[in-house]
């Protein structure tokens, strides 16, 4: 999804960007999440030369599978962000530079553009947790049958054996 703000016409001082984006405008695009609510953007720019600071809220709906048992499930972003935007050009040079707490925060842009897309497609992923759970509960799916276990019931035994430690039961056993 392109969502593209022109530098060129930002003369200084600060610009208030409102939209409403259609929740298709990220299908292509994203694999760990679905878009599933229109997303709200805001957000102030501030040109000052050649650096542009962007803060703002991203707030959307997004739709993944839990990590236990496969099934989708929403997860609300209300995300702000705070991100400084320098031109390409500042980037070149050395190819092996440490990176200093202060620079995290900083982005690139090429041709007087920033895709603003990035922004929001950055703020849902972190949004997303690192384990996504449907609920705590959650009990997965049977290693053994693959059936839901939050729905059916199984009688598999799913008992699991390190075959490292079979020398040292052998021994035990004797």
């Known amino acids: 999804m392109s969502f593209l703000l022109d530098l060129s016409r930002l003369r200084g001082g600060v610009e208030h960007i409102e939209r409403r984006l259609a929740p298709t405008a990220f299908e292509e695009t994203a694999e ?20 542009v600071r962007a803060t703002g809220r991203v707030q959307a709906t997004i739709e993944c599978a839990c990590s236990r048992c496969l099934e989708p499930f929403t997860i609300p972003v209300d995300q702000t962000f705070d991100g400084l935007f320098l031109p390409a050009s500042a980037n070149a040079g050395a190819s092996e530079q440490e990176v200093a707490d202060e620079d995290l925060g900083v982005s690139f842009y090429t041709n007087e553009t920033i895709d603003l897309g990035e922004v929001v497609r950055e703020q849902c992923y972190l949004a997303l947790p690192m384990k996504p759970l449907c609920r705590d509960g959650c009990r997965g799916l049977c290693p053994v049958c693959g ?22 039961k052998r021994f035990r056993n004797q």
Do not use: Q, T
Request: a negative charge; aromatic letters at 8%; charged letters at 35%.
């Open 32 to 51: 760990d999440f679905r878009v599933v609510s229109p997303i709200e953007f805001l957000a102030d720019i501030r040109k000052d030369g050649l650096k």
């Open 147 to 168: 059936i839901n276990r939050n729905r059916e019931s199984c009688s598999c035994e799913s008992i699991w054996v390190d075959p490292r430690l079979e020398p040292l």
